[in-house]
């Protein structure tokens, strides 16, 4: 889990001052990197929870996870839509050693 980022001194400002848009700047600045700290955690346990034994929660995970990387599958087809970039899937055997192309 993050840890709490310290409290910083509250600065006074007047209303519509350069001071108080700088300060809203900086708490929003606080705020994304809070939500970017929760996000990574939130993933991790998709992924731990795309292993788990019981297939329904498995299967919820793994397309969740799915969806965050490449967005959701379009009601239309794949067919009426062009592929912005290949999707490759490498499949190897636990414990087998791969060449990679060229070596």
Known sequence: MA???PKRARTPAVSGSSAQRSRKAADAADL?????????AALKRLADLSRSEDERVALAASQELLNRAFG???AAGAEDTPATRPLIIKIVKFGEVTRTQGG
């Open 3 to 5: 840890a709490k980022r």
């Open 32 to 40: 994304r990197l809070l939500a970017h700290d929760a996000a990574l």
């Open 72 to 74: 959701k599958a379009s």
